[in-house]
């Protein structure tokens, strides 16, 4: 079964540097979402992206983050100044097509800010 | 905000049905139901959807009312493995439409 893969698994990095959380999507895959959760709470939406732009962000999903889809095949998290607050899991999902589908998930970034 | 309601917790014994329910009385007509899982930390699973009809594949059962207010989820024979929290979520349509996801119900498979 094709899957949604996200590397690495885990990364810690210090406060104010920047990180790239990657995801390869599955390939005949029209839309692209990033999600985040933080130990013990729900599950919140971060951004969705179609045919090279974002479709919709949340509030979360400030000038600090960014994402691309640099060669049609990845599509990447980038936080440029990170905070202690964007310690939490990180989840990429891709999908098909709208609504007809659901959509696949990663298994995560674990990303830990210190 | 989530516009579903959902146990915070079930039990269920080992090779009996599962019936989670879900409540989404301020659902709209092209609103669908879906159906999530996650075990532990791991990313979201898919499991069914449905937009009023009632749905069945190799997972579960989709149970939606007939004035779309609540739908149950239904695994016919629960194993251990299907310990996990259940998301009910309604999306709207429309493309590239996000999940809003609420707490869940937690699943405990016991044998």
């Known amino acids: 079964e094709p899957e949604v893969t996200q590397t690495p698994s885990h990364q810690v990095t210090q406060m104010g540097q920047e990180v790239i959380l990657r995801c390869v999507p599955i390939?005949?895959?029209?839309?692209f979402y990033w999600y985040r959760q933080i130990l013990g709470q729900k599950v919140e939406f971060l951004v969705s992206?179609?045919?090279?732009?974002?479709?919709?962000k949340s509030e979360i999903f400030d000038d600090q983050f960014s994402v691309e889809r640099p060669d049609g095949s990845n599509f990447t998290l980038k936080i440029r100044s990170t905070k202690l607050e964007d310690s939490a899991m990180y989840f990429c999902?891709?999908?098909?097509?709208?609504?007809?589908?659901?959509?696949?998930f990663g298994s995560g970034t674990r990303l830990t800010v210190v | 905000d989530a516009k579903t309601t959902q146990p915070p917790s079930m039990d269920c014994a080992e090779g009996r049905a599962a019936n989670l329910p879900c409540n989404h009385s301020t659902i709209s007509g092209n609103e669908y139901v879906y159906w999530y899982r996650q075990i532990h930390s791991q990313g979201p699973q898919y499991i069914i959807h449905g937009l009023k009809n009632n749905e069945t594949n190799e997972m579960a059962s989709l149970i939606i009312t007939e004035d779309r207010k609540s739908s149950t989820l239904i695994l016919p024979h629960a194993t251990l493995r299907d310990t996990a929290v259940y998301y009910c979520i309604v999306r709207s349509t429309g493309t590239a439409s996000k999940l809003t996801f609420g707490t869940g119900t937690r699943l405990q498979v016991t044998l």
């Open positions: 999902a891709s999908e098909r097509s709208g609504t007809n589908y659901g959509y696949t």
């Open positions: 390939s005949n895959h029209l839309y």
């Open positions: 992206f179609y045919n090279n732009e974002i479709s919709e």
